[in-house]
């Protein structure tokens, strides 16, 4: 096992060197660059923009630059904005939070929500829930996540005024219920896509064990139906669901992005954006890297958690 | 002897594309106490869709129907047909266990051997999970599995084939029921591990007095274990006599073909390496030829007799029966 850990960790690391080097070269081969964003301060000439390049040191050739910066990547100085000179890893924790809570509490609706349609469409197949189950699904990851934030916002901030229309907290409140009620409604936007994907994985996997022969054998047993439901089946059907989970989890990080936008949470995916349209590359470069090391790391408690569920799975 | 169950007139349907499909009809057996019933036949012969009947493990109606009925003789008797879901459950496992052909996918693979055996007791019976892991230890070491004690926290995946269907056995026999259904349960085994696994039921089966049923396609799994014999066809019975009887003198052209069909190392008048086959394949239950069944595939066929209903089962004395309009005339060609 500690093998494994160790076997994976260095795995890891050369995936997010070889990261670093494609993120890296990507980003300055994109038109613009680094510079694009001084050059539209009013008054600057070309001669000053060549010291500000000079001074930065982004007219070295890019591979020194890249070695510069991943250097400092690995001692723990990712660099500083461009924007406003802020160290890049304290802006990175500063939006951390927020996508978290984001992330968490839309993952924990999603997971428990799509995990009961799941079982319900399996248990009762083609039943007129099951259907309801697979045509709502397929409406939710057919309509664009912004246009439920906007009809979201139209309908429960502007016509009913019951919930904020954006942002995490109003200013001079900020207490637990103030969050809560700003969190609603991204949270529930979030969850909707990923409820229909997990219930449709949940179900899959279901139907995949209901017929297996242990599951006969546990009827032929005379055990209780709930019995033969959570021990038997569920039990086995939710293993490939954690690797799902790991794959999943870690994305949304910066894949809550377009519902952050709408509702104008102060999250990563909103930074990785702004940071974007800014061409404020050195937090581009963090957020990326970040993205990457939380996925790797999600991977790869997946697959221990597997190994300790399922005695077929070994990790050597 | 005593009679353990009762089935009288079983049919069996599906429900296909809104028409309901009859894949068993008209079964009459009885089980005894301490005796063996084989039901034999191909696949597609109804025979395993009569024991999941038994152990109502077919899909609830409208998916499926049956009629007939299956009496559970005991303190009182009770029809298993028309018992409640609750009321079966209690029957499933404590009265009548059952066992399957593939043991290698019949055992939960994220759940210890030990688990899945307490499992079936406690959900029967009132026991301490200490006292019901004791009899568990008892069960293994009952069908012959060294160091059982230590096996308990063995996983499905750690054990041979073999080893399995002596744990599936070992949970079907852990609340003593009076009848074990083996379906096909060597079938996926070794022809060694085969000859252990029967002896092993024989054993248990002398120990317990539980009455078996035993399906199987194999003839001389027959000739090991069991006391009366029944050959099916298309969903129906169309031979059952003693065993002795059955395979020493068979009447129905079905029953012999099914055995010459088996290898055997000599084989009188054949040639080596020269296998009889049945020619054709079992017919869709949907769409069975009229009159006997087996007419199109038969080689003693006669048109105007065998393709002209009905057929029905005919006592050839001495409790063997045939459904065969030509039995007479071919024993007495035969000799």
């Not at chain 1, 924790?93 to 469409?121: D, E, K, Y």
């Not at chain 1, 055990?223 to 059907?237: F, G, P």
């Not at chain 2, 009848?179 to 089966?205: C, F, G, H, K, S």
Request: hydrophobic share 45%; proline share 5%.
């Amino acid at each position: 096992m500690l093998r494994f850990i160790l076997h994976r960790f260095g795995h890891s690391l050369l995936l997010l060197f070889l990261v670093s080097i494609l993120g890296f070269t990507i980003l300055h081969l994109a038109p613009g660059g680094p510079l694009s964003q001084f050059a539209l301060s009013p008054g600057m000439t070309q001669a000053e923009l060549h010291k500000i390049a000079e001074r930065m040191g982004l007219n070295r050739p890019l591979p020194v630059q890249w070695f510069d910066w991943f250097t400092g990547l690995v001692i723990g100085d990712w660099g500083h904005s461009f924007r406003d000179g802020r160290a890049v890893l304290d802006i990175i924790m500063g939006h951390l939070f927020a996508t978290l809570l984001l992330v968490i509490s839309s993952t924990i609706l999603s997971v428990g929500l799509g995990t009961l349609v799941g079982v319900l469409g399996a248990t009762r197949r083609y039943s007129a829930f099951d259907y309801l189950a697979t045509v709502g699904a397929m409406i939710a990851l057919s309509i664009p996540t912004f246009w439920f934030g906007l009809v979201a916002i139209y309908v429960f901030s502007l016509k009913l005024g019951w919930l904020p229309s954006g942002n995490m907290y109003s200013i001079g409140d900020e207490s637990v219920l103030d969050y809560a009620r700003h969190l609603i409604m991204p949270s529930c936007v979030l969850a909707l896509v990923q409820v229909a994907i997990w219930s449709r994985y949940m179900r899959s996997s279901m139907l995949d064990v209901i017929d297996q022969d242990f599951v006969r054998t546990a009827r032929a047993k005379g055990l209780a139906r709930s019995r033969v439901l959570y021990a038997h089946i569920l039990r086995n059907a939710l293993i490939p669901m954690i690797t799902l989970l790991g794959i999943q989890l870690p994305t949304l990080l910066s894949g809550a992005l377009v519902t952050e936008t709408v509702f104008t949470w102060p999250g990563i995916g909103r930074l990785f954006l702004d940071s974007l349209g800014y061409n404020d590359y050195p937090v581009i470069m963090g957020v990326l890297m970040f993205t990457a090391i939380f996925v790797l790391l999600g991977n790869l408690i997946a697959d221990i958690l597997v190994a300790s569920v399922d005695p077929r799975v070994r990790l050597e | 002897m005593t009679t353990v169950l009762t089935v009288e007139d079983l049919s069996i349907g599906f429900r296909s594309e809104g028409k309901v499909v009859t894949v068993v009809r008209g079964v009459n057996f009885k089980l005894e106490a301490g005796q063996t019933l084989a039901l034999v036949g191909e696949s597609g012969s109804g025979k395993s869709v009569t024991s999941l009947g038994i152990m109502g493990l077919l899909p609830p109606p409208p998916q499926s129907r049956t009629d007939g009925r299956i009496i559970l003789h005991g303190d009182q008797d009770t029809d298993l047909l028309t018992l409640p879901e609750a009321g079966m459950r209690r029957v499933r496992g404590d009265r009548i266990a059952m066992i399957f052909q593939e043991p290698l996918t019949s055992l939960n693979p994220v759940h210890t051997v030990g688990a899945q055996i307490v499992e079936a007791i406690r959900s029967h019976r009132r026991m301490t999970r200490k006292a019901a892991r004791a009899r568990a230890i008892d069960l293994i070491e009952q069908v012959g599995i060294p160091d059982a004690a230590a096996r308990l926290g063995s996983y499905p995946h750690e054990l041979s084939g073999g080893m399995r269907q002596r744990i599936m056995i070992a949970i079907a026999l852990a609340l003593e029921p009076d009848i074990l259904i083996a379906d096909e349960p060597t079938t996926a085994l070794d022809v060694t591990v085969q000859a252990q696994i029967i002896d092993l039921l024989r054993r248990l089966q002398a120990d317990t007095g539980m009455a078996m049923l035993f399906i199987t396609h194999d003839f001389g799994v027959v000739a090991d274990v069991a006391d009366r014999t029944i050959v099916m066809y298309a969903g129906e019975m169309v031979e059952e006599g003693s065993t002795d009887t059955v395979l020493g003198r068979p009447l129905m052209p079905y029953t012999r073909g099914l055995m010459s069909a088996v290898p055997k190392l000599q084989t009188a008048g054949l040639k080596q390496g020269e296998l009889q086959t049945i020619d054709g394949f079992v017919p869709d239950p949907a769409n069975l030829p009229t009159g006997c069944s087996f007419h199109p595939r038969c080689r003693h066929m006669r048109e105007g007799l065998c393709d002209v209903p009905p057929v029905p089962l005919e006592d050839a004395g001495d409790r063997h029966m045939v459904r065969c309009k030509r039995w007479q005339d071919l024993a007495e060609a035969s000799g």
